[in-house]
């Protein structure tokens, strides 16, 4: 790599890359790579999580959308016949195209805060090619990922991610861990897809509409923050007290609201 200058991380990707040796190898203990695995690792950056990933013996594709890394990322790693380079944007790519029928991939990445969010969504979108994710996110976000009902940290994006997978927050890495640090804490966590939903939708974008309807006002009462989708009686007729915080309800809960909403919506259409 000597030919190649130090690589500035760039704030315009949300860059800050991983180089304490302690949390790298507890990352890939969480991961496990192992022979005979697909693994994909978006943004790879200068390739500190890469070189263990690659030493598990499986397949593994990086998304890197920074051109700058190609070049370092190619001269470290391109001459392993198990490592393939894409260069993009992982919120424009398709997972399905890696995975060959029956396949599951295993994604991992550190992901930048400003587009963690919509990169996980994208994900779960095609969470039918996926078999885990590990990644690298602000602790905050992870909180929220992992909150149940009655939690500080529980609202809408935790209760959408948990519809579709179980979430494991493993643990917690302190900004020193990075170059350059960061502002905020970090934390790692595995989010695994359901291989059945515990509590299936009969509309995922009716429940989608009702969690952000609970939420927008999230210290109001249920009723009040339902009353142009659902009334009181509606409300009670699936086990809930309209007068409780939408904090208060768990994601069976909502499903059984949005289930409702989707019966009444159907009635409403004969």
């Given at each position: 790599?000597?030919q ?10 949300g ?35 890469t ?19 190609h ?34 991939l ?9 587009i963690?969010?919509?990169?996980m969504?994208h994900?779960?979108?095609q969470?039918?090619?996926?078999a885990?994710?590990?990644?690298m996110?602000?602790?905050e ?21 948990q ?9 917690d ?20 897809p ?26 109001k009462?249920l ?20 007068t409780?915080?939408?904090e208060?309800?768990?994601l ?19």
């Amino acid at each position: 790599m000597s030919q190649f200058a130090p690589h500035r991380a760039r704030k315009r990707f949300g860059q800050n890359f991983l180089h304490d040796h302690g949390v790298i190898n507890r990352i890939l203990r969480a991961i496990a790579p192992r022979e005979g695995q697909h693994l994909v690792e978006i943004g790879p950056g200068q390739g500190a999580l890469t070189e263990g990933l690659l030493a598990g013996g499986g397949k593994l594709d990086v998304v890197e959308l920074d051109h700058d890394l190609h070049p370092l990322l190619l001269a470290r790693f391109g001459g392993n016949p198990q490592f393939t380079l894409h260069k993009g944007d992982a919120l424009k790519f398709d997972f399905h195209q890696l995975a060959s029928a029956g396949e599951k991939l295993r994604v991992v990445g550190n992901l930048p805060y400003n587009i963690s969010t919509p990169l996980m969504f994208h994900l779960l979108g095609q969470a039918d090619c996926i078999a885990d994710m590990h990644f690298m996110l602000q602790k905050e976000v992870v909180q929220r990922l992992a909150a149940g009902a009655g939690m500080n940290h529980y609202g809408r994006l935790g209760i959408m991610v948990q519809y579709w997978c179980e979430v494991e927050h493993l643990f917690d890495v302190g900004p020193g861990a990075f170059n350059p640090p960061p502002k905020v804490d970090s934390a790692i966590v595995r989010l695994t897809p359901h291989a059945r939903l515990p509590h299936p939708a009969e509309d995922v974008q009716l429940l989608e509409v009702v969690v952000r309807e609970a939420f927008n006002q999230r210290r109001k009462t249920l009723r009040n923050t339902l009353k142009g989708l659902l009334d009181a009686e509606a409300i009670e007729a699936e086990g809930l007290d309209p007068t409780v915080r939408p904090e208060q309800v768990d994601l069976a809960g909502f499903v059984r609201l949005a289930n409702r909403l989707a019966r009444q919506g159907s009635s409403t259409d004969v």
